[in-house]
Each structure stands twice: as structure tokens, then as C-alpha cells.
């Protein structure tokens, strides 16, 4: 392909699109904007289709189609900082299902692509992983697993797995919650954050099983004072440095305090595994998944914000005013981030699904959760977002549940489409089409997901 200005040639439009974005919206889209004559054609010849909704196509738009490269086999002896293959790399861990996307060997973390989220509870196979150190060794006897709450309390409380199950069995609790970590999202941003570049797969909603933490403040008597949690595990520090911790979050009292943040201790109803922070951890659902503290050993109640690792600067912190992306922050612009943000996805088709010639109805379905609120509406589109149409969207199990979406969705013709979906919550705020307010760690980006289909 070549541009008749520049003399330039790329062998295909992926390839020009990588090389200068601005130079392909010129060549493709023309000088005005619209898609036709050889961009379309090459548009079309990239995404293996005539595309019926091409007028309706925004300039400068990359299609679904290529934006997501074929997984690649992980390669376990790769240094995490060995120059990646041409796809994402496929975790093989013990227990865990084929195709979980590897992002990083050092600390592990993966994510669960949107099609196997499908699940209305999410199995131990398919659920994300996400570390900030080391995996400690495991234990043999979980039972005898201490953690202990103490600080801004009348009496430090210091409990073994074993004692929480049986003295608190009257106050054990299950609920269906979301798991998130707080960068879902991040690799919509442009320029590019810091951290792994998630897509929406690290999310999963499991049935915890556990004891509130406000029954367990309350028996150590929470004093006036109280005003922030800090939160402790056993994971080791990546340098190996016993003083170092490698992660240390905490919470408003009044989040510790609802029957939904609980201390928990098994997982869709067995012993919570050992690579999701077992014997015991926190669950804090709604927010980001660094609070929900694996292998718990301490919570420390404070009577000021907490300050430890994972707590300032831009960690785990949005911008208050929009900042310039890529530019200078400012600390004095950024707060903690508290609850979530609105989010849907497709799980039934993935990114790049084929159907048969003819086919003019599909039945879909996703899921869509949105913090400590709830999701009041999600719509589809297929037309670029020229049209919507409203999607029937279940009730939550329970607070902290995501919300399950079907729709039957109806093409006019056979070539390439892309199925959009975008939620709304309680408060009518609606999904972004791009992700919007940039911030150096790319926390908060949830735009709308897409998902190419070709006909015939």
C-alpha cells in the first residue's frame, strides 16, 4: 500500500497503521474523512469482509479485528523483561484452564479473556490472577494459618483459621462478589500507563465464603479513633528482602464496617486455593482487588490514612481535573480510588468469531458490574454506534454480584460487523466509547467492548 504524497509502501494496513497512525487516517480515510475507493477496499481486505456499516465507520478507526494478535505458547524460562513474542503468552499453571493470557511471570499475573468470563459464577480454573510479590510457600496445616487485628482497638484480636470457623460459625457468611483488579482496562489508554496492559478479563466473580470483618472489629472493640484499616499479607517482597513489603492497602472504616467485606476462607465452596490467598484473605468487593489482602496476617486499624505501600503518589489514586496525558502530575490532583468503575463485556463470541453465510440472528450475552453500585441498563450496537438497541439485564445475586445481559441481535447482511456493548448505571452515567481520564498507573479505563464478527 503505498501514499501517493510520501512515496511510502507498507505491505498492509496493519502495518501502516503501526508505523505513522496519522499519516494511515490520511491515507485511508482520505482528506475527508470518509471510508472509500482503495481505503476501503484495503479496510476491507484486512478485516476478510465487505463491511456494510462503512460509512457509518469514525475516522482514524481501527477495527476489532486488529487490535488483538493471536496468543503465542507462554515460554516459562523467558525473563519477564525478554522482548515479548508476536502474541500474548498462554499461562500454564497447575489447575488453571488453557488459554489465560500470561502477562508477567515476576510477580505472576494473568487474565482471563472476556469469552471465558461466561460463567455466572466464575470457576477457580478461569479466575485472573494478579500478585505484587513472591507466592509464599504453602502451609500444612491451614487451620493453624494466625493473623491477628490490632491497633486503634480495646483488645488486639489474634486469631487462627481454625478459631474464626468455629467461634464466629454463627456469623459465617456467602455471597457472590466481584474480584477486580484496580488496573482492568488499562491497555485502552493511549499514550500508554504503567502496568500491565489488562484488557477487562481481570475481573471474576466467585462465592466467597468467610466472617464480616465488622464482626471481628466489634469483638475487638473498634475505638473512636479508628479511622482507616491497613492491610498486611505474606507474600515476600520481589527483592527478597525480609523487611520489604510487597503490598500494604487499606480501607475507610466504613467499607471494613459493611457485611460484605468479609474475611474469608474458602472459595465456590472449598478452601480457598493457595495461588488466591488461602488459607485466608480479605474480600472487598467493589473495589479495587489490591484491598482484598491475600494471605492475611494483619490488619492494622489506624486513626489516620493509611500510608503504607501501595498508598501514594499515583498508586492505586485518580486524578481529581482532568491532567494531560502522558504529562507531569501533580500528588495534590489525585485521590484514592474507591469504588469501581462501569464495566461490560461480551463473554458468548470472542474477538475474530466466524459465522456461517446467511446468518442473520445471534443470541449474545455478557456481563456487566459496576462498583459498589448497580448496572441499569446495557445496550448493544452493530452499526458503529450510529444505533442501540437495550439488552435484558438480570438482577445481581447480591450486592457486589455482576449482572448477566442477553440480546438477540439481527444483521442485515453477510461481511464484517462489530458487536458493541456499553452499560449504564444506577445514576445514568454511560460507558466512554474511549477511555477517558488518562493518569500515569491507567486506572479507570472502561470504554465500551468490541467484538469482530465476519458472515460468510
Known sequence: MSDKVTGQTERSIEELYGRDPERADAVIFGRRGVLQGAGLAAMGAAVGGAIPFSAQMPIGFIPAAMAQAPAAPAAPSAPAA?????????????????????????????????HMLDDQTTPFDKFFVRNNGQVPDPVANPDAWRFRIDGEVNTTLELTVGELKSRYASAVTRGFYQMECGGNGRSQFQPPARGNQWGNGAIGVAQWTGVPLRVLLQAAGVKPSA????????????????????????????????DTTIVAFEMNGQPIPHIHGGPVRLITPGWAGSLSTKWLTRIWIRDRVHDGDGMMGTNYRVPILPMIPGG????????????????????????????????RELAIRG????????????????DFGQTWQRAEVGAPRNQHDWQR?????????????????????????????????????????NSLHRVAMLIG
Open 82 to 114: 525478554a522482548a515479548a513474542p508476536a502474541g500474548p503468552r498462554i499461562l500454564e499453571f497447575p489447575g488453571k484452564a488453557n488459554g489465560l493470557l500470561l502477562l508477567q511471570e515476576r510477580p505472576l499475573v494473568a487474565e482471563t479473556p472476556e
Open 227 to 258: 479511622i482507616y484499616t491497613g492491610q498486611y499479607g505474606a507474600d515476600p517482597h520481589l527483592s527478597g528482602d525480609a523487611t520489604r513489603v510487597s503490598i500494604s492497602r487499606g480501607m475507610p472504616m466504613s467499607k471494613a464496617m459493611v
Open 367 to 382: 456481563a456487566a458490574w459496576a462498583g459498589d453500585l448497580t448496572v441499569r441498563e446495557v445496550h448493544t450496537s452493530i
Open 328 to 359: 507531569r502530575h501533580d500528588d495534590a490532583n489525585f485521590k484514592i480510588m474507591e469504588s469501581m468503575f462501569l464495566r461490560s463485556i461480551i463473554s458468548s463470541h470472542q474477538n475474530g468469531t466466524r459465522l456461517a453465510a446467511g446468518t
Open 405 to 445: 445481559w442477553t440480546q438477540t441481535i439481527r444483521f442485515p447482511s453477510n461481511g464484517y460487523f462489530e458487536v458493541w456493548v456499553r452499560g449504564t448505571d444506577q445514576n445514568g452515567v454511560m460507558q466512554p466509547h474511549v477511555a477517558a481520564n488518562w493518569n500515569p498507573q491507567g486506572y479507570g479505563a
